[in-house]
DNA sequence: GCTGTATTGATAAAATATTATCGATACAAA
DNA sequence: TTTGTATCGATAATATTTTATCAATACAGC
């Protein structure tokens, strides 16, 4: 397989599918089901089973003729593949609606992903706490960035405010960012950006629509 | 081209850039430009040149060799083909943290999405407005959605309660779904399903994240 | 009007991702 | 035991997506 460094490359797709993977698994496991076939998982998820066996194998698990694969060994594979086996800190920068209702998101736990602090530069909400988590001065960003040697956070600021924060961000040393601002950021080629714009999603399901809708004619 | 009944098939990861081509192009609107080629809005995005002009052969608009394409052609271009040119009325199903964002988001308005009621399960919440858009009782989802005509929902409820929701959503012949909800959804052949959840593009990050910082050691 | 050049759009090549095929294997039932 | 079968995993075939190449073209400057 092609690696970097010795570390397995596992393509996009496949990583986006791993989720559902997993959350699929752990429902099993709650009922008790010690072990799934590939036939079985794609039903379920609607994919092929090729695959599914294809997408199993980057984990490095592998699995039993006849039996298929067992379920425990799969959930750890997949949690350690995305790292989510461990928490990863991150900061939140922008407490607005989405920002807010992000930090209140249980799942992310799951996820291994652990808010330690919010940042915005409202006065009216520095200070405040939301879900628990405090909300700080933008400006005390880099500083604390380092002292927490916090590398992840999650943009969810308005357009316009979005490339200056990544700046500050940028000189706290971050080198993840999962960016929820509807805009492209600029950044290194060494720092990890990964746009999750609603308006990616929601232009193929209105593409998809409107082709429906004039089949539909 | 291949069609569908004569309507051209866009591929999906061109119609996930084309969100990123049209604000930048509604920037470059903005600041007076009139024209622009294909190499900019590649370096402004970081993508390839060719790329961008094959995904714009999609929108059917043709440029002028040594001078580009036309910002506002393209614009409208774009649009058409996302259907964001028209207001498309939705509904929102989970009235909870993040169906709260969701209603709050002014952007959809860009994104010809437009929602016109909410709908929860708790009494607490039926009644209320949030954002100026009244949540009402689930119950009342099948007789509204035929009577208002609405296709698209957004699903935003917790994991356990989706798949009950979309039984209801389609009883009221929703044939589109932007499933924010942590977990497949069951729904007939012809219904569109759009998945969003945070995990999907969460787990892309987290994997890079992680072998970062293991080519690092 | 001629010449140089940036850019398009078409075609071809390469890379990537998905789907199909099939022998090998482990379990279940006779 | 033996036989039948569901399933894996490897390989091959297909489809899709991205990237490269290059002739044709419109504009700018001389």
Redesign the interface.
């Given at each position: 397989m092609l690696t970097?460094?010795n570390?397995v490359?596992?393509p996009?797709p496949t990583?986006?599918r791993?989720?559902?993977y997993l959350?699929?698994l752990l429902n099993l496991k709650e009922q008790g089901v010690k072990s799934v076939s590939s036939t079985f998982i794609a039903n379920?998820?609607?994919l092929d089973s090729t695959q599914v066996r294809k997408d199993v194998q980057y984990t490095n698990i592998i699995g039993k003729p006849k039996t298929g694969f067992d379920v425990n060994s799969l959930i750890n594979a997949i949690q350690t593949?995305?790292?989510?086996n461990r928490y990863?800190n991150a900061f939140l920068i922008g407490a607005?609606?989405?920002g807010?209702?992000m930090l209140?998101?249980k799942?992310?736990k799951d996820?291994?992903?652990n808010f330690v602090a919010a940042f915005d530069n409202d006065p009216e909400k520095v200070g405040q706490k939301i879900h628990g988590i405090e909300v700080l001065s933008i400006d005390r960003l880099p500083v604390l960035a380092q002292l927490m040697k916090i590398?992840?956070a999650v943009l969810t600021v308005p357009?316009k405010a979005a490339q200056e924060c990544v700046d500050i961000m940028l000189k706290g040393g971050i080198?993840?960012i999962?960016n929820f601002a509807?805009?492209?950021i600029k950044v290194p080629q060494?720092v990890?950006v990964?746009?999750?714009?609603?308006?990616?999603?929601?232009?193929?399901?209105?593409?998809?629509?409107?082709?429906?809708?004039?089949?539909l004619l």
């Open positions: 970097k460094k570390i490359v596992i996009e990583l986006r791993l989720p559902h959350h699929l379920e998820l609607g593949c995305l790292n989510w990863e607005g609606s989405l807010t209702a209140g998101y799942q992310f996820y291994g992903l590398h992840l357009a080198v993840a999962w509807p805009m492209q060494n990890i990964e746009n999750a714009q609603f308006s990616q999603s929601l232009a193929v399901l209105t593409r998809k629509l409107s082709v429906y809708k004039q089949t």
